[in-house]
């Protein structure tokens, strides 16, 4: 079936542009035309937003000429309350953030002490020190709870949208210019509510966060990806993702290579290189099961190559998980650790 197809670049383009708006104006008007391919040009694109994927998307790039780059984050304080039903936000500084450009709410929660809010939003109007955003924040960031906005944002995203290919591009994090975004709440790819989602021949570097993530995701595949000097998880099937497909990539210099997160089951993780992990070249534990863990080399991790987490109730641990012919090298750079720990009762 033949489909629409358009092209993006800083010239000569059918949506000319090198920052992330031209990117979404692609994907919107393909997509809205029942899907089809955006062909990014060679160039470096500046991401002030992430790049949110629609429904039955192909995004191919053209290798290691296209260059998603993270705009430099900066914060500022709120200085009056944002509540649940709110979509403005009152900054200190409002030259900090663009029209189109993306914003984090973070803070304590106010009733609460010990839970952090995220909420992640785009910018539609500035007035004097008044941010206007896309939607209501369904959360209370109040200035008394440490309440700051901060242009953190995963530079490609998607949210519960199905059937999607993004290929043969470059995403650089900008990790020296950018503060810290958790995993469960960004990444160089982030994902959440996704089925069916293809990343192929994708570079993630150097990232104040996660290489990709992927949460509550099924048939997610990462083939031949390299996840590069990510300061957290190089790679990371997150919670209650089914089926996982994650073969011939090269994580190198993550804080741990490959994360299992929570309830990750029957999946399978087949000839991965993964070297220079700061703690664990591959981790696995709270119900995750059924997984097959093969044929993968894993060298020089800071901690144990592979690492069995534990936990306190019997069937929370991760069973009925296969690793075979894996070759563990060099484990424990830091200290005194072993090439695989098995913790619990798997």
Known sequence: MMKIEVTVGPKQADFVGDAHLALQAAVDYVTKLGGGTVRVLPGTYQMGNSLFLRDKLRLVGSGEDTILRKCPSAVTKLVDDTDWYDATVHVADPSVF?????????????????????????????????????????????????????????VVTGNYVNDIVVENLTIDGNRAQNDHLDGNYGGNIFIQD??????????????????VSWQVCDDVTVDNCRSLNNADLGLHPGSGSQRPIVTNNRIIGCGTGLYFCWGVKHGRAEGNVIEDSGKYGITIGHRDTDNLVRNNQVRRSGINGIQFRDHSVHRRNPHRNVFEGNLIEDSGVKGDCVAIEMLGTA
Request: aromatic share 8%; glycine share 12%; net charge neutral.
């Open 98 to 154: 663009r029209v189109g450009g993306g914003l984090l709410l973070r803070g304590k929660s106010p009733f609460y002490e010990k839970r952090m809010q995220y909420v992640k939003l785009t910018v539609v109007a500035i007035e004097g020190n008044v941010i206007h955003v896309d939607r209501e924040v369904r959360e209370d960031f109040w200035p008394e709870a440490g309440a700051e906005a901060a242009t953190l944002f995963p």
């Open 194 to 211: 996704c089925d069916r989602v293809v990343i192929r021949n994708v570079t993630t570097r150097d990232g104040h966060g996660d290489g």
